[in-house]
Structures are given as structure tokens and as C-alpha cells.
């Protein structure tokens, strides 16, 4: 339960892996790509898209795409695209982040404005603002549609763009129902993830207008992104949309179970009300060092990461079962915390 990026490819995700059509995907000419790259833009009510090798290839090449090197992108202080990336938006964009505090993860319009630079010439330029959902160190946390409407409000009242790093918003979806497009709408671009939840092996897909894809694809290769036959790997995540999807529900029906195991135990802290989908971020009520416990878990059989701020990371994913979740939770229950 360390991550949902662990999952292994099904025998019958293998089959279509196999049987994939295939060409070189830098000449544009992979039709198994291409069929991902139409069906994602068309689910998430885009003009175009982009099959990419990682979520943080997918964030960065939004980045790259808006900005220009001196240029400031608004984030929330626990993101991902700060937290996870290597410090790539320096490294690959050379452009600067201002964090902004949230609660769980979710900025307000209000903190967000006041980030933004005066128009100056001694202060960098705002270019965009970044949204996580649903949000990883905010333990799944999914950004209520009023708050990326007022943020978007104000994004627009200052003429900047707007991005949604949305690696799990396949799971935002299913847990309110609202769709994915209804998601995306809202933003100039959009990175979803193939990979965690929805189970493929390898793959994030960038969405955004025909003229910003363009412009994305010239930046992959640079980054090294371009892939030839590709679409062995795209059939993956075609078969994870059409099969994987709607049963992420599962996945947070044992993500609450877990949770509720975990809280009737006096050892941790875990508020189960906050479990909105497949993470759960947990405490130990006595002092423990985190990585000592990790360690502990994995020698009793489960698998745990790190949360922020000195908490446990478990996540439910298509390869743990209820009765495995289940097993685990009463396993960390029973464990001596020293």
C-alpha cells in the first residue's frame, strides 16, 4: 500500500499490449497513440493531447509550455509539481515558484491573489497557477468546483493561465460524479495520469488547445520524451481507461475501510471523514520516528510511505483487495509501536 503506481499489468492489459498496432510515434504515425491522445482530449472536452512517459514529464511540459525562463507559477506549498519533481521547473524552465499555504492541500482564491507580483519591473511575472486534484500530500483531497471557479476568477482577472496537474482526477470524478470535462474546462491545460489508479504501467497524457499541444510536442523531444513505437504501451492505457475507470469506487470504499480499522485503535491518528478517495494519511499517537515504523510494517507484510509533516501514507489501489486492505490495517493494529 505504498502507492497506487505499483500495480501490475493484468493478463488481459498484457493481451492488448501484445496485439497492439503500431509506428513511430515521433513521426506522429502510431495509431495506438494517436486513438489515446483523441480519446483522452475528447473525454476531457479538449482540441488536443499529448502521450507522454510520466506525470512529472506531463507537469513540467505545461510549465514550459506557458512560461517563459524568469517568469513565477503560483502553487500550492505541499504540490506535487514542488514537493516531487527535483526541482525541475529551475532546472528544465528556469522559471520561479511561489508557494501558497492551504488546508489539505486546497489554496483560496484570496490566498492565490495576493501572490500574485505587481507589474513592476523589479519583480518577476506571475504566469500561471497551478492546481492539484485530486491532491496527494492532502491525503486525496479533492478541490470543491466553487473554489477552482473563484480561483479561476481570479486567474482570468489578471490575464494568467491556469493548469490542473490532475494525475488523479480520474478519481476526484468518480468519487463526486461530476465528470472529468466538467474538471477540465476550467483550465488552459490539464495532465492526467495513466499510471496510478487506472493501473497501466507507463504514461501521462497533456491536454490543452491544438496550438499549445504543438508547441508541447516540440518540448517533449526535448526533454527526451519522444518515444517510437509507443503504442504498446498507449494500448495500456487505453485498456485502463475503458476497463479501470469507474471501479476506482472500490478503491475508495477500502480506502474508508482501512481508515475506520486504523481509528478505532487508540495507537493512530487518522480522521476517516478526510478519506475522500484512495489515500489516507495517518499518525502514531506516541513519538515514533516515521522511517523506523515504515521499516517495522514492512517486516510484518505491509507496505507503507511517508506522509508530510510526520504522518503514514497508505493507498488502496486495483491490486489490493478488501480482505487485503482489511489484513493490513489489523496488522499495524497489532504491532508493537516502540
Not at 482530449?41 to 479538449?46: I, N, P, T
Not at 514529464?57 to 514537493?83: C, R, W, Y
Not at 523531444?221 to 479501470?244: D, T, W
Request: include cysteine; charged fraction near 25%; glycine fraction near 8%.
Amino acid at each position: 500500500m505504498r502507492s497506487d503506481t505499483v500495480t501490475k499489468p493484468s493478463e488481459a492489459m498484457r493481451k492488448v499490449m501484445a496485439d497492439a498496432v503500431v509506428g513511430d510515434d515521433v513521426f506522429g504515425e502510431d495509431p495506438t497513440v494517436n486513438r489515446l491522445q483523441e480519446t483522452v482530449a475528447d473525454l476531457l472536452g479538449k482540441e488536443s493531447a499529448l502521450y507522454v512517459p510520466s506525470g512529472v514529464m506531463s507537469n513540467q511540459l505545461a510549465l514550459k509550455t506557458h512560461t517563459s525562463p524568469g517568469d513565477e507559477v503560483i502553487v500550492e506549498k505541499d504540490s506535487h509539481i514542488f514537493n516531487y519533481e527535483t526541482g525541475a521547473p529551475a532546472l528544465l524552465s528556469g522559471i520561479q515558484l511561489n508557494l501558497v499555504p492551504g488546508v489539505r492541500g486546497l489554496m483560496t482564491a484570496a490566498d492565490v491573489e495576493e501572490a500574485i507580483r505587481p507589474d513592476v519591473y523589479y519583480m518577476m511575472p506571475t504566469r500561471l497557477v497551478c492546481v492539484e486534484n485530486t491532491h496527494n500530500r492532502g491525503g486525496g483531497s479533492i478541490y470543491p468546483m466553487k473554489l477552482i471557479q473563484e480561483i479561476k476568477d481570479v486567474v482570468v482577472k489578471h490575464g494568467l493561465k491556469y493548469h490542473l496537474d490532475g494525475a488523479r482526477l480520474w478519481n476526484a470524478s468518480v468519487a463526486t460524479g461530476i465528470k472529468v470535462f466538467e474538471y477540465a474546462k476550467h483550465f488552459d491545460s490539464v495532465s492526467v495520469c495513466l499510471s496510478k489508479g487506472l493501473g497501466a504501467p507507463v504514461g501521462s497524457v497533456l491536454t490543452g488547445t491544438k496550438e499549445y499541444i504543438a508547441k508541447a510536442k516540440r518540448f517533449r523531444k526535448v526533454f527526451g520524451g519522444g518515444m517510437r513505437q509507443a503504442g504498446i504501451l498507449a494500448a495500456a492505457g487505453l485498456y485502463a481507461l475503458e476497463n479501470n475507470f469507474r471501479r476506482l469506487a472500490e478503491d475508495h470504499e477500502n480506502a474508508k475501510a482501512f481508515a475506520r480499522i486504523l481509528g478505532d485503535s487508540p495507537v493512530f491518528e487518522v480522521n476517516v471523514d478526510h478519506v475522500e478517495t484512495n489515500i489516507i494519511i495517518f499518525g502514531v499517537k506516541q513519538p515514533v520516528r516515521i522511517d523506523k515504523f515504515i521499516a517495522e510494517a514492512k517486516n510484518a507484510g505491509v507496505l507503507l510511505s511517508a506522509g508530510s509533516a510526520g504522518k503514514l501514507r497508505a493507498v488502496t489501489h486495483l491490486d489490493v483487495s478488501r480482505e487485503m486492505v482489511t489484513k493490513a490495517a489489523e496488522i499495524l493494529v497489532k504491532m508493537r509501536v516502540n
